[in-house]
């Protein structure tokens, strides 16, 4: 994620203190001289002071009324649009794009009656902060939205406020977001027809399309370098674009769109060496684009088809990885179960260690949840087939795996795979560790991934 640095080195960013200083905090002041006027006309009620007095009291509340309004009067308004890559903030003292990755707080105040304003202050990191007056932004915007916002892009953030929103709530609100944000760039109608990008493309001033990886019906992968005048922090040379061509009509839209903005709030909440990382995530020309890290290296099916089935030593090494990463996933809360582990998924990096990759498939698991028939055949456990999805399902994609390292082959959907049956020189200690995990009741398959990988060192 990133910010427009240009805009901040043309609009310096304002520190707190120096924020409230100007209109925002004068008004919140004003309120404060309020409840100090309420104060005073309650207490001279109660000791029964006269009439003038009590008077006295009353214009000195309506003088700081009348404050109050002259304060708002030609002001300049402070404007907050939520956008994919951060939060679109313009008032007198700075007009820039602070990234989600930035935001480290969020406090809100928004009650029915209140003599202080409403607002909404924004801690970001560098003692980057802002405050925003609510009367100047809650036409645009409620704070349903903006909490569901933070909590999707920014779980990291401290929320001080009282919104209490599920995790699909917080997805779909952003889904509707993507999609205004949408049918507000650029028009209806792409401007490039071509149905892949040619080398050369620039896309989001910031990426160069070398050569194209892949392409399939959920949409093409890219080599991409980053353009050094991008000023992306912690950005390597070169990233991944994978690209997802949105339909023009509305509901192919909205289902293309919250598929992808489903896939990215998975990989925004993963952070582990074996699995990819994502770095941005953008809208153009009616495109959705992820940029992902790049693998230098193959995936295990391009291993298996250049260098034949592999030995039971390799396969231990590799079934213990995807394990750990595996594990790592349903360790999370809630359990993220990837639905889609197959030799497609995993590369294999030049050094020698994996990454898991695609996400398309992933669900984050809740109880009695029934989820879309997603997957390759070969590698999708019987449940998964009647849309049911747990952790056993991963490990029995896992155990289909390590049965494709084994034999070079896929194995029969829907079956118990024992890759003795095709490469007679796999160890039986290696063949029972593959049948197990692939039980066709989920009951016999080993519980959790722990041990499968307990029983993988074995070997």
């Given at each position: 994620?990133?910010?427009?640095?240009?805009?901040?080195?043309?609009?310096?960013?304002?520190?707190?203190?120096?924020?409230?200083?100007?209109?925002?905090?004068?008004?919140?002041?004003?309120?404060?001289?309020?409840?100090?006027?309420?104060?005073?006309?309650?207490?001279?009620?109660?000791?029964?002071?006269?009439?003038?007095?009590?008077?006295?009291?009353?214009?000195?509340?309506?003088?700081?009324?009348?404050?109050?309004?002259?304060?708002?009067?030609?002001?300049?308004?402070?404007?907050?649009?939520?956008?994919?890559?951060?939060?679109?903030?313009?008032?007198?003292?700075?007009?820039?794009?602070?990234?989600?990755?930035?935001?480290?707080?969020?406090?809100?105040?928004?009650?029915?009656?209140?003599?202080?304003?409403?607002?909404?202050?924004?801690?970001?990191?560098?003692?980057?902060?802002?405050?925003?007056?609510?009367?100047?932004?809650?036409?645009?915007?409620d704070s349903t939205t903006l909490i569901s916002c933070v909590r999707t892009w920014a779980p990291h953030a401290e929320i001080i406020g009282d919104a209490n929103l599920t995790k699909s709530e917080s997805i779909a609100s952003y889904t509707e977001l993507w999609l205004s944000e949408m049918s507000l760039s650029k028009g209806t109608k792409r401007l490039r027809q071509e149905q892949t990008l040619p080398a050369g493309t620039v896309l989001s001033d910031s990426y160069k399309i070398e050569r194209i990886l892949s392409g399939g019906g959920q949409g093409t992968a890219y080599l991409a370098s980053v353009l050094p005048e991008a000023s992306l922090p912690q950005m390597p040379a070169q990233v991944v674009i994978k690209e997802f061509i949105l339909p023009d009509n509305e509901r192919g839209l909205k289902k293309a769109t919250d598929s992808l903005v489903k896939e990215v709030a998975i990989l925004r909440r993963i952070n582990h060496p074996l699995i990819v990382r994502l770095y941005d995530f953008f809208i153009e020309d009616m495109r959705g684009y992820l940029a992902i890290e790049f693998i230098d290296g193959v995936t295990l099916r391009q291993l298996v088809t250049q260098s034949g089935p592999r030995p039971d030593g390799e396969v231990v090494k590799l079934g213990a990885a995807l394990c750990d990463a595996l594990s790592y996933l349903h360790d999370l809360c809630p359990p993220i179960i990837h639905g889609d582990v197959t030799p497609d998924n995993v590369m294999l990096h030049k050094n020698g260690e994996i990454r898991l990759m695609d996400f398309d498939a992933s669900q984050e698991l809740t109880r009695n949840k029934t989820n879309t028939v997603v997957g390759k055949h070969s590698y999708m456990s019987p449940e998964q087939f009647k849309g049911m999805l747990s952790e056993t399902s991963d490990i029995y994609a896992l155990g289909c795996t390590l049965h494709f390292l084994l034999t070079g082959a896929d194995p029969e959907p829907i079956s118990e795979s024992r890759p003795m049956e095709v490469r007679s020189s796999v160890s039986a200690a290696m063949n029972q560790v593959v049948a197990t995990a692939t039980k066709f009741e989920e009951s016999g398959r080993f519980a959790t991934l722990k041990e499968l990988r307990t029983q993988l060192e074995r070997v």
């Open positions: 994620m990133r910010a427009d640095l240009k805009k901040l080195e043309k609009y310096p960013i304002i520190p707190a203190g120096e924020m409230a200083s100007a209109e925002n905090a004068g008004r919140i002041y004003v309120g404060a001289f309020l409840i100090a006027a309420l104060f005073w006309l309650g207490l001279s009620a109660l000791l029964h002071l006269f009439l003038p007095v009590q008077l006295m009291a009353l214009g000195a509340w309506g003088f700081v009324l009348l404050l109050k309004y002259a304060s708002t009067a030609g002001v300049i308004r402070s404007e907050l649009d939520l956008k994919a890559k951060g939060l679109d903030i313009k008032d007198r003292y700075m007009t820039a794009v602070m990234p989600w990755d930035w935001l480290v707080k969020v406090e809100m105040r928004q009650r029915n009656f209140s003599l202080i304003p409403n607002y909404v202050y924004f801690k970001f990191k560098n003692a980057s902060d802002v405050l925003i007056l609510w009367d100047d932004v809650k036409e645009a915007m």
